[in-house]
């Protein structure tokens, strides 16, 4: 047998074991090789120090926190997620119920009230804030409600077993208008409707501390700055690079991308977009240091998420502006 003719024996073989091989076996002989790749040590980031007020309170030993924000309202987090629960008259009203909370959330509540749970009022669709809305009881007795866009999603999903469908939805009348705001004008819109309330809290979904009147227009006025400056970027963009004093001008960003990667149509615009959200993040993020915790932790994926919805939500488009030539 010609040396050939054995090398395309073997391959022919090989190739029948693979292809009757389980899936399992081709996953291990892949890790098990002789290569192991090497992965490269990076040096550890270090961000703004954060304060003990804004850090939060010590979890207890079942790892979740309550204060009580008075007339009957109660706070509970776990360090990364928030819920609110309502002690009525003869019921307690529960506002989301975060998966990683679970059964800690009725650990919360029998720790100040034996009162059945009658009515759990969904913020948003997202599982991560409702999947233990099914530890709180059933279609039979407990009132679940949320905005219709949220039942329309959760429809669509079917997820029933731990989002258990409302049985109350509305769209823009119902006394507790939770309705979540997905486009970037509602989200503006949605801190203004806040402040129109007489409030003292505000239970928001994430972090570990109920926030005030005061940390609500702070937010309000940090996604402002954040929409101001996003916009001039882009409006700056759209203007000559005129020799250099114009470092966000797309003409010259998108032309030296453009020139390197002449076979990549995509490389010129995730580079444009990437330069563009970095500058936003340098501008703002030491702005606003000594008012807002973890802002530089998160001040790059804020600049990120704020950039797309002003072009296509508000039609600053910037360098990509409607063709006239």
Known sequence: MSLRKLLTSIAYALAIAKATASPTALLSASVTGAYTPTIEPQSTPTYYPVSEQQAGSQLNNDEYYM???????YF???GGYNHFFLVACHSVIVVDAPATLGINILKAIRSVTDLPVSHVVYSHHHADHISAAYLLGTLDNVTFIAQKETA???AAIGDYGHRLYP???FEDSYTLNLGEAE???GYIKAHEQVMLYDFEYFVGGHVNVPGNRTDVQIAKEYVLDLFETCKYALLEAAKPYNNGSNELSAEFLLGLVTAANPSNPWAPQAYFEKVITEWVANVTIPRWDDRLAAI???GLSNSETMLEPVKIDYGILGSFGVKLD
């Open 152 to 154: 329309t999603k959760l």
């Open 76 to 78: 509970v987090t776990d």
């Open 67 to 73: 204060q009580s924000l008075g007339n009957g309202g």
């Open 183 to 185: 486009d970037l004008p």
């Open 167 to 169: 049985t109350i939805t």
């Open 296 to 298: 530089d932790v998160y």
